[in-house]
């Protein structure tokens, strides 16, 4: 399938993260609210009526899954139980694409309960690569891959980020989150430039985009999700820069922790990244 019929896909505008601090909120905003991303992890492994709830969010807003556990980065097979469950949860929202991190999270089987940084080298790219081609083929839509915040230099690496994650995607064929705060927090933390990164990546492949606010800790930032984004404003500038140059379809504003007792603050962060993305 060739990159232009594989991206050819639909604008679904700006969501939110699906919290259980949300819920009432969306349920009372649906018309201001685009579409909602769910973990997918929550919605698997578990009785079938967990996919039957996520079934019937889908039939209130659209629904892109977002995965924690697909582990590409990992150096062993895939899951293929995991990745069928997945497909299958896919499938039964009618997600238009699926996403994961470019990481791994998993040793010999055992969750690691984080998202690990990889090195960057042209071996550990192929290897993602041909993983996650083998899973995208399972999936039937796309697949996404995102951008992790990492707080220090990988050993061993001999590329860049933007070199290993331009070659993992054009590899597989397959499509990139690119999550803003985390590319912000990585080079402010590591002293490069955001947007040169941008400038070297893919941008036909960039389909969505993450947006949080993170933390000023002990002089260096940190990847919370627990501020609103303005809590470094300059990811707006990112947003605004990146949409002018990619065909962004979605973008979605994650709050994982702290939640504002009003949720016309999450509204006006919504309403912000439309402004933009529009």
């Not at 969750?111 to 041909?130: D, K, M, N, V």
């Not at 054009?170 to 985390?182: E, F, H, P, V």
């Amino acid at each position: 399938m060739s990159t232009k019929s594989r991206f050819d896909l639909p604008r679904i505008g700006v969501g939110l993260a699906y919290r259980p601090w949300f819920v009432r909120g969306i349920e009372q905003h649906r018309d201001r609210i685009d579409w909602i991303e769910i973990c997918a992890d929550h919605y698997i492994y578990r009785t079938e009526g967990r996919v039957a709830r996520a079934v019937e969010l889908s039939e209130r807003l659209p629904i892109a899954p977002h995965g924690l556990e697909l582990s590409i980065g990992t150096d062993a097979p895939l899951d293929m139980d995991y990745c069928r469950d997945i497909a299958q949860l896919a499938r039964a929202v009618r997600a238009p694409w699926y996403s994961d991190h470019l990481c791994f999270t998993q040793v010999s089987r055992i969750e690691l309960g984080q998202l690990t940084p990889i090195a960057f080298t042209e071996r550990t790219a192929s290897r993602c690569a041909a993983k996650a081609r083998q899973f995208q083929d399972m999936l039937g839509v796309p697949l996404l891959l995102e951008n992790i915040a990492y707080y220090m230099g990988i050993p061993g690496g001999a590329m860049t980020e933007a070199e290993f994650l331009s070659k993992v995607v054009n590899d597989a064929d397959c499509g990139i989150l690119l999550d803003l705060t985390n590319l912000y927090v990585n080079a402010r933390n590591l002293r490069y430039d955001p947007y040169e990164f941008i400038d070297q990546i893919p941008l036909e492949r960039v389909v969505q985009v993450h947006l949080a606010g993170g933390t000023y800790e002990d002089g260096m930032w940190v990847d919370t999700h627990d501020h609103p984004v303005d809590s470094h404003p300059e990811v707006w500038d990112l947003l605004d820069y990146l949409c002018r140059r990619a065909p962004v379809r979605g973008v979605l504003i994650e709050r994982d922790a702290n939640p504002p007792d009003d949720f016309g603050e999450m509204l006006a962060e919504v309403e912000h990244a439309r402004a933009i993305w529009a």
